[in-house]
């Protein structure tokens, strides 16, 4: 069966955190009189991260009240990373800091649903506009929230994209079947007309590969080979690669 639609990942594939997400941390962090360093950020956030439940909440909730539940998801991701680099914010810390953390982390939280903090895969428009001249539907799969569809506009993608699914907004995050599957219903194809790109194999290919989608893996430059995942190194070279699935 032809491939009818292309989904991408956002974070790591479409467009990266530049420089870093530790460097944006500590950056934004030094303006509020606290100093910190960012391989410090960046190794607790790694840490931090995984250990959260799935950005994920119920499909029924009013827009208000999602708003307010993924500001608390992030609030506490951003909150136990500073605390794990010995940041003492806990009201219970022996020598508690002068410092801003709601202030901190509310400009924290806006800067990242602008284009400020991001780049684009030097490829993103290109090849997101090759496939919709082929005919194919397009999208975003991602484990993110209700700042995704916005952002995409101010980074020039919104236009170019058919569909946008993420998490917070669905009840499911990858590599949970449910998410691709309502990527497929809003593009108007069967999981087997689909194909997902994304950088991480467990969420990404693997997650899209157990729900009935075609799969590549969007290889990083620090990436080694994953045996049985077929990769693509280059976000341009998909194009290439469709022309035996379309």
């Not at 509020?32 to 410090?40: C, H, M, P, R, T």
């Not at 029924?60 to 708003?67: F, K, N, Q, T, Y």
């Not at 995704?148 to 993420?166: F, K, Q, T």
């Amino acid at each position: 069966m032809a491939v009818r639609a292309v989904f991408f990942d956002f974070v790591g594939t479409l467009a990266f955190v530049e420089p870093d997400v530790g460097t944006v941390y500590a950056d934004r962090a030094r303006s509020f009189g606290l100093n910190l360093e960012a391989a410090a950020v960046a190794r607790a956030f790694a840490r931090v991260l995984p250990c959260r439940p799935p950005l994920a909440f119920p499909p029924d909730l009013s827009d208000d009240a999602r708003r307010a539940a993924e500001f608390a998801w992030w609030r506490a991701v951003v909150a136990d990373t500073l605390q794990a680099c010995g940041v003492p914010l806990r009201p219970s810390a022996p020598k508690p800091l002068n410092f801003a953390f709601e202030s901190y982390f509310a400009d924290l939280y806006e800067v990242f649903a602008t284009p400020a903090v991001w780049r684009l895969d030097p490829a993103a428009r290109s090849v997101l506009e090759t496939l919709r001249q082929r005919g194919l539907r397009t999208g975003v799969v991602s484990n993110f929230d209700s700042r995704l569809p916005v952002l995409l506009e101010r980074l020039g993608l919104g236009a170019l994209l058919d569909v946008i699914v993420y998490s917070s907004a669905v009840g499911a995050a990858k590599p949970e079947s449910a998410i691709f599957h309502e990527a497929c219903r809003r593009a108007g194809v069967v999981p087997t007309e689909a194909l997902h790109v994304g950088d991480d194999p467990d969420l990404d290919y693997w997650g899209a590969r157990r729900a009935g989608l075609r799969a590549r893996w969007r290889v990083r430059g620090d990436d080694s080979a994953v045996p049985d995942i077929p990769a693509v190194d280059r976000l341009r070279d998909l194009t290439e690669v469709l022309r035996g699935l379309c």
